[in-house]
């Protein structure tokens, strides 16, 4: 399952132009979005493929909205047609139904895209909210798909005929005697063809049949009713030959090239129009303010709208994956390989081929360009000066060696496999900007650990391993700490295909595979953020940060203390036996969310808090990723609208005034690796130092919150080597939470107080401060996460199929047992088809497709998509204490505890202690002769 091009030229018989026309098909299954976000990076165009018996799935939705986002324009086939009348369409009017249906919901799609553009806009330019309608009906016409338009194709690529309204105008005018525009305004839409007078003629009346389904599906319904109408005796070659003659003749009548190529050419922008529209999007660098003052960026801006092929031109590529192809079908490295192969038996079959196209210019062999990976723009130097050698046109399978690309055209560089690791631009000027990085909608989720059986073999083991990790896009390939290779897919099918093209293309040794390993997540439940209500005012000693100075001991900080005093640590491991100290003796109230601890040294003592942020501001976070990265890079216009959406975020979510000014003037940073949704906080900053600080949005009254460090502990360590070390134990832990290891989001971690003690110590054999701050900072954060409320998060898969009424109930008990929670169930118009959609976590998924195949005998295929993170709300540590839950209870066994099922698996996984014992009682035990 991978993409493939092939060049063409197609010469329509009514223009005299030739156009050269490059398709790109990518497979079709949910778990290779990824190779489809490849393609439309390289596209102009999308010819978005709709099954006419399934209707509009999942991946029908993911792939309209992927080609929206890269601004590339859609024509829409309706496939399959020919199922139809072996189904539950029995005639041709209940097949006119079964289009519109679909095209409607096509369009319902569009509509919520457009919706959402129009919204987005209206947020950065409130003058235009005046006109939101007409801006909607005007988009509308542009983007809708109708039939009368032209940018719809009816097709059966089995049978490899297919028409649109253009085409089938042209027929029906040279076989009916009328003009042509004449069937080309009335064969879609409510009109009837009277054929006495050979007109159109509005449709007046029910009994009377729409001009479309009298003059265009009639005769195919005919042609496969022929089919359906044979007894069951008929043998299957009879059928097939049956079936190849109406094959033949609709096939001649209605050629599926010529329809499809023609649609291509009439409704899908060139090179010079679609580059325009699409640059701002994909290298938004050309635009921007500095870039206008560069004669050199101005060139290759203008180079690339026009597309300009010329020698002079500035040469501008984008690669948007590594390809493996055999060098069989390489022509000028056949020979070569296969002397290689004569000497050294195990020579590498495969060579990458960068998938690319060019954007402006002439690429020829033997010219000097510049490689530039995807952060080469962003502060980080990664670029390479070479000499191309190898270019090649794609031409499915295979490959044809030429010596140039020009501007506009799809095709393949060899010999960058050196220099780039997946994507990446080439620019005959160092000065050029890289394109953004594509966003692709499928993310590895699912893990295996892979080993060689025989340990000689490991060698060539990690060798393919990196060559499987830049071949595929969406996969990733990591060492851990016990030196296991891990390999992250998007799904089931992806993790087969990989481990395929491991064994039999990229490493060519026998190696094991273990279990699925999937990701969880770590988070806090929002009690500590929830404004109390409460009938008084707070009093002051309910505050988090103290503002007398210098800081007394906090009453509960004193509680902390007392009661860890009491408490002897039995293990010298505390970092991975929190989650046993939790079971063992449950924090009181008092402490939940707090944690204090001092540097091995004893001088710096450090107050924390963890408080957790709803679970909506997280999703809200994560979808800014970009942003959280170079939030240090936007400008003040930029941060100002940030912190305000940020801040409008919170408050919806039910955050206290108190916790919203702390986070907006005194945070830290984001994390783990600066982008992902935990947050550190720290009163001892100056407010201006805030990541968040600028002046266009102050936060009135935050100044109260501020402390002062202790003034003794500047001798030992400066203030930005504090919040530094600081940091930097805030990623360790949230890197790895303590229930199982896993990463944590949605927390957020307070400061409350830097204490001093006076230590005397002739020589500090624990280092600098800094380091002691960080570990120190990191196991805090870590107790502080346990003690709060701390909840378990799963991945959930959205999974859509189409399900008859009479096995509804089989795949239901299926559902079930996975824990699946049903979104929808919806009864297709005429048919007694389901289109049901399931939410199932990904820890249940596997073998899931399979379970419903067998149930649905082989009919039903699930299409499982990533939809979202969701919390176990089970509490991991839940115990019956209070009068409500003992009476509930009693002393019964409690039902299973979902959290701490997963939390202990993990843990089991990974090594780590659990709770569980291996031998309950000893004198129970027995050996297999005494159970005779």
């Known amino acids: 399952m991978k993409s493939s091009s092939i060049s063409i030229i197609y010469h329509p018989p009514d223009i005299e132009e030739k156009y050269l026309i490059n398709l790109i098909d990518s497979p079709g299954h949910v778990d290779f979005s990824f190779e489809v976000s490849s393609a439309l990076r390289l596209s102009d165009g999308a010819l978005v493929l709709v099954d006419a018996l399934e209707s509009v799935c999942q991946q029908t939705v993911t792939v309209i909205r992927q080609a929206w986002e890269e601004r590339v324009r859609m024509c829409l086939v309706i496939n399959k047609l020919d199922r139809l009348p072996f189904h539950f369409i029995k005639n041709s009017s209940e097949g006119f139904n079964h289009i519109k249906a679909i095209l409607q919901e096509v369009n319902t799609e569009i509509s919520s895209l457009i919706t959402m553009e129009i919204n987005t806009m209206i947020e950065k330019n409130p003058s235009i909210a005046k006109g939101r309608e007409k801006l909607i009906e005007k988009m509308e016409e542009q983007h809708y798909f109708a039939p009368e338009k032209g940018n719809v194709a009816f097709a059966s690529s089995l049978d490899c005929w297919a028409f649109s309204v253009d085409s089938h105008s042209e027929f029906l005018s040279r076989k009916l005697g009328i003009d042509k525009q004449q069937v080309k305004k009335h064969l879609w839409g409510d009109f009837y063809f009277n054929f006495t007078k050979k007109t159109f003629l509005p449709l007046d009346s029910e009994a009377k049949s729409p001009a479309f389904v009298?003059?265009?599906?009639?005769?195919?319904?005919?042609?496969?009713?022929?089919?359906?109408?044979?007894?069951?005796?008929?043998?299957?070659?009879?059928?097939?030959?049956?079936?190849?003659?109406?094959?033949?003749?609709?096939?001649?009548?209605?050629?599926?090239?010529?329809?499809?190529?023609?649609?291509?050419?009439?409704?899908?922008?060139?090179?010079?129009?679609?580059?325009?529209?699409?640059?701002?999007?994909?290298?938004?660098?050309?635009?921007?303010?500095?870039?206008?003052?560069?004669?050199?960026?101005?060139?290759?801006?203008?180079?690339?709208?026009?597309?300009?092929?010329?020698?002079?031109?500035?040469?501008?590529?984008?690669?948007?994956?590594?390809?493996?192809?055999?060098?069989?079908?390489?022509?000028?490295?056949?020979?070569?390989?296969?002397?290689?192969?004569?000497?050294?038996?195990?020579?590498?079959?495969?060579?990458?081929?960068?998938?690319?196209?060019?954007?402006?210019?002439?690429?020829?062999?033997?010219?000097?360009?510049?490689?530039?990976?995807?952060?080469?723009?962003?502060?980080?130097?990664?670029?390479?000066?070479?000499?191309?050698?190898?270019?090649?046109?794609?031409?499915?399978?295979?490959?044809?060696?030429?010596?140039?690309?020009?501007?506009?055209?799809?095709?393949?560089?060899?010999?960058?496999?050196?220099?780039?690791?997946?994507?990446?631009t080439l620019a005959s000027s160092p000065e050029c900007p890289t394109f953004n990085p594509m966003n692709y909608k499928s993310k590895p989720i699912i893990k295996v650990a892979i080993e060689a059986e025989n340990l000689g073999d490991m060698e060539k083991l990690a060798e393919g391993l990196k060559k499987l990790n830049r071949a595929e896009p969406a996969v990733e390939v990591y060492l851990t700490e016990s030196g296991e290779y891990i390999l992250c897919t998007c799904g089931e099918v992806h993790l087969q295909k990989c481990i395929k093209d491991l064994r039999d293309e990229f490493a060519k040794v026998k190696f094991k595979i273990s279990d699925h390993i999937v990701n969880f997540r770590e988070t806090i439940l929002l009690q500590d953020l929830k404004q109390k209500k409460t009938k008084n005012p707070p009093e002051k000693k309910e505050e988090v940060v103290q503002e007398s100075k210098p800081i007394p001991i906090h009453p509960v900080h004193a509680l902390i203390m007392e009661l860890e005093k009491e408490e002897e640590k039995k293990s010298s491991d505390k970092l991975t036996t929190l989650y046993l100290e939790k079971l063992k003796h449950l924090k009181g109230e008092n402490q939940r969310g707090m944690a204090f601890d001092k540097t091995p040294n004893g001088r710096c003592r450090?107050?924390?808090?963890?408080?957790?942020?709803?679970?909506?501001?997280?999703?809200?976070?994560?979808?800014?990723?970009?942003?959280?990265?170079?939030?240090?890079?936007?400008?003040?216009?930029?941060?100002?609208?940030?912190?305000?959406?940020?801040?409008?975020?919170?408050?919806?979510?039910?955050?206290?005034?108190?916790?919203?000014?702390?986070?907006?003037?005194?945070?830290?940073?984001?994390?783990?690796?600066?982008?992902?949704?935990?947050?550190?906080?720290?009163?001892?900053?100056?407010?201006?130092?805030?990541?968040?600080?600028?002046?266009?949005?102050?936060?009135?009254?935050?100044?109260?919150?501020?402390?002062?460090?202790?003034?003794?502990?500047?001798?030992?360590?400066?203030?930005?080597?504090?919040?530094?070390?600081?940091?930097?134990?805030?990623?360790?832990?949230?890197?790895?939470?303590?229930?199982?290891?896993?990463?944590?989001?949605?927390?957020?971690?307070?400061?409350?107080?830097?204490?001093?003690?006076?230590?005397?110590?002739?020589?500090?054999?624990?280092?600098?401060?800094?380091?002691?701050?960080?570990?120190?900072?990191?196991?805090?954060?870590?107790?502080?996460?346990?003690?709060?409320?701390?909840?378990?998060?799963?991945?959930?898969?959205?999974?859509?199929?189409?399900?008859?009424?009479?096995?509804?109930?089989?795949?239901?008990?299926?559902?079930?047992?996975?824990?699946?929670?049903?979104?929808?169930?919806?009864?297709?118009?005429?048919?007694?088809?389901?289109?049901?959609?399931?939410?199932?976590?990904?820890?249940?998924?596997?073998?899931?497709?399979?379970?419903?195949?067998?149930?649905?005998?082989?009919?039903?295929?699930?299409?499982?998509?990533?939809?979202?993170?969701?919390?176990?709300?089970?509490?991991?540590?839940?115990?019956?204490?209070?009068?409500?839950?003992?009476?509930?209870?009693?002393?019964?066994?409690?039902?299973?505890?979902?959290?701490?099922?997963?939390?202990?698996?993990?843990?089991?996984?990974?090594?780590?202690?659990?709770?569980?014992?291996?031998?309950?009682?000893?004198?129970?035990?027995?050996?297999?002769?005494?159970?005779?």
């Not at 360009?369 to 090649?392: C, E, Q, W």
């Not at 690796?673 to 900053?685: T, V």
């Not at 020589?763 to 900072?777: H, R």
């Not at 698996?905 to 569980?916: A, D, F, I, M, Q």
């Open 606 to 932: 450090l107050f924390v808090r963890a408080i957790g942020l709803d679970f909506e501001v997280v999703k809200w976070l994560e979808n800014r990723r970009d942003l959280l990265r170079r939030v240090t890079e936007l400008t003040q216009e930029q941060l100002a609208e940030f912190v305000n959406q940020f801040k409008a975020k919170l408050e919806e979510h039910s955050t206290r005034r108190k916790i919203i000014n702390l986070i907006l003037s005194y945070l830290l940073a984001f994390g783990p690796k600066r982008h992902e949704a935990n947050l550190i906080i720290s009163p001892f900053l100056q407010t201006a130092q805030s990541l968040l600080y600028t002046p266009l949005a102050a936060n009135v009254g935050a100044e109260k919150y501020y402390q002062n460090v202790p003034k003794e502990l500047a001798e030992y360590i400066s203030l930005q080597e504090l919040h530094k070390s600081i940091v930097a134990g805030f990623e360790l832990a949230t890197l790895s939470g303590p229930l199982c290891e896993e990463p944590m989001v949605g927390a957020c971690f307070l400061v409350e107080a830097i204490e001093y003690e006076e230590v005397k110590l002739e020589a500090d054999p624990y280092g600098p401060l800094s380091g002691q701050v960080m570990s120190t900072m990191r196991e805090i954060c870590r107790k502080a996460f346990i003690n709060a409320e701390p909840r378990i998060v799963e991945g959930l898969y959205l999974c859509t199929m189409q399900v008859n009424s009479d096995i509804l109930g089989k795949i239901y008990s299926v559902i079930n047992k996975r824990r699946g929670k049903i979104v929808s169930e919806e009864l297709l118009p005429e048919t007694n088809v389901f289109t049901v959609r399931v939410l199932i976590p990904v820890v249940e998924s596997f073998g899931f497709a399979e379970e419903i195949r067998k149930k649905g005998d082989g009919i039903t295929d699930p299409q499982m998509t990533f939809s979202h993170w969701e919390i176990v709300n089970e509490d991991p540590f839940f115990v019956a204490k209070t009068a409500e839950q003992m009476e509930e209870f009693g002393n019964q066994v409690q039902p299973p505890n979902l959290g701490k099922i997963i939390v202990e698996k993990v843990r089991k996984r990974k090594g780590l202690p659990t709770e569980g014992k291996l031998i309950v009682k000893a004198e129970k035990q027995r050996t297999l002769t005494k159970m005779k």
């Open 214 to 424: 009298t003059l265009a599906l009639d005769p195919i319904w005919k042609e496969y009713d022929k089919l359906v109408e044979l007894p069951d005796s008929v043998s299957n070659a009879k059928h097939n030959e049956l079936r190849a003659k109406v094959k033949e003749r609709l096939s001649k009548q209605m050629p599926l090239d010529s329809c499809v190529l023609s649609l291509v050419v009439r409704c899908l922008p060139s090179p010079k129009v679609a580059q325009k529209q699409r640059l701002p999007i994909l290298c938004p660098a050309l635009y921007e303010a500095g870039a206008s003052k560069s004669p050199e960026l101005l060139k290759i801006r203008r180079a690339i709208e026009k597309v300009d092929c010329s020698d002079t031109a500035p040469v501008v590529v984008y690669v948007s994956k590594m390809m493996p192809i055999d060098k069989t079908q390489i022509s000028d490295l056949k020979d070569d390989y296969l002397a290689e192969l004569q000497v050294k038996p195990n020579a590498d079959q495969y060579s990458l081929i960068a998938f690319s196209r060019v954007f402006s210019g002439k690429l020829s062999k033997d010219s000097t360009v510049y490689v530039m990976g995807p952060k080469h723009s962003k502060g980080f130097a990664d670029i390479h000066k070479i000499t191309v050698r190898n270019l090649y046109i794609f031409m499915g399978m295979n490959l044809n060696v030429c010596d140039f690309l020009l501007a506009g055209s799809v095709g393949g560089i060899g010999g960058l496999d050196s220099y780039l690791y997946k994507v990446g």
